[in-house]
């Protein structure tokens, strides 16, 4: 079978389009390469969605922690204090059992134990704990002049947090929070690991990984295609992120405008 047919076959196989069957013989490098690239659909797939979703949280959770009303205040702080506290493996691992024991009571609740949206679920509340703390830091480390300088120009309530509360913490938050963006890509490999089933062997990246390692013997050819993928990955959210963060910084003079610093976490 040549290159270019293995491309046809197994390009979109992880969503169900294509050749049904993996390759179990003569498996060649095309072939691993094509459909740990074909798994890497479900990684792009949780990563944008978690990461989109988890933004909007994490703005209304981190202005919750930020209230000076208890009832809003705590139930932000625990909430972050939670999934900050426990490692997303496990989180996922529980997940897909409560989900499940939640569908034999509520069967409409059945998609939950779909990776697709469970563990979307479960991705998006974690990264917004995260980003949450991040946005925290970033409300608290705004300075002063610049709400006194918004309340002398007459601006309060919604209209100074659009114009000047809102653009100065995401310019602040912005290079933590894409260290944050990148982790939770590299994050998505957990899914199928962890607790939420393949269905008819489409999985993610890693899944197809383990498979080809399982199958050749030799695990030193599907996991360095593995980890390409992701060095590939990590550079288009670095450019495309640097690109935002750009134009957050375009009203400060080139010698002080935040240079992004990516500083990957060793164990979550």
């Known amino acids: 079978m040549s290159c270019l047919q293995t491309i046809s076959d197994y390009a979109f196989r992880s969503v169900g389009i294509g050749e049904r069957s993996l390759p179990s013989e003569n498996i060649t490098l095309c072939e691993q390469v094509v459909l740990i690239g074909s798994g890497m659909i479900h990684n792009v797939y949780f990563g944008l969605f978690a990461l989109a979703l988890g933004f909007v949280l994490a703005v209304a959770v981190a202005l919750g922690k930020s209230s000076r009303s208890a009832l809003i205040r705590k139930p932000s702080e625990w909430f972050i204090f939670v999934f900050r506290g426990s490692p997303l493996f496990i989180q996922i691992f529980f997940a897909y059992f409560f989900f499940l024991s939640l569908k034999t009571s509520y069967p409409a609740l059945g998609?939950?134990?779909?990776?697709?949206?469970?563990?979307?679920?479960?991705?998006?509340?974690?990264?917004?704990?995260?980003?949450?703390?991040?946005?925290?830091?970033?409300?608290?480390?705004?300075?002063?002049?610049?709400?006194?300088?918004?309340?002398?120009?007459?601006?309060?309530?919604?209209?100074?947090?659009?114009?000047?509360?809102?653009?100065?913490?995401?310019?602040?938050?912005?290079?933590?929070?894409?260290?944050?963006?990148?982790?939770?890509?590299?994050?998505?490999?957990?899914?199928?690991?962890?607790?939420?089933?393949?269905?008819?062997?489409?999985?993610?990246?890693?899944?197809?990984?383990?498979?080809?390692?399982?199958?050749?013997?030799?695990?030193?050819?599907?996991?360095?295609?593995?980890?390409?993928?992701?060095?590939?990955?990590?550079?288009?959210?670095?450019?495309?992120?640097?690109?935002?963060?750009?134009?957050?910084?375009?009203?400060?003079?080139?010698?002080?405008?935040?240079?992004?610093?990516?500083?990957?976490?060793?164990?979550?």
């Open 111 to 268: 998609g939950l134990t779909s990776a697709w949206l469970g563990a979307l679920v479960v991705l998006l509340l974690n990264t917004a704990a995260y980003s949450a703390e991040i946005f925290y830091g970033a409300l608290r480390s705004i300075p002063q002049g610049e709400v006194e300088a918004a309340d002398a120009y007459g601006l309060s309530g919604w209209s100074r947090f659009r114009r000047v509360i809102f653009p100065t913490m995401m310019r602040l938050a912005w290079p933590a929070y894409t260290n944050e963006a990148i982790f939770l890509f590299h994050s998505t490999t957990l899914v199928y690991l962890s607790g939420f089933p393949t269905w008819q062997q489409r999985g993610d990246a890693l899944y197809y990984a383990n498979t080809f390692a399982d199958k050749t013997y030799n695990p030193f050819v599907p996991y360095p295609i593995l980890a390409g993928y992701f060095i590939l990955m990590t550079l288009a959210i670095i450019g495309a992120f640097g690109l935002v963060n750009r134009y957050l910084n375009r009203h400060l003079p080139q010698e002080a405008r935040r240079r992004l610093r990516i500083r990957p976490n060793v164990i979550r």
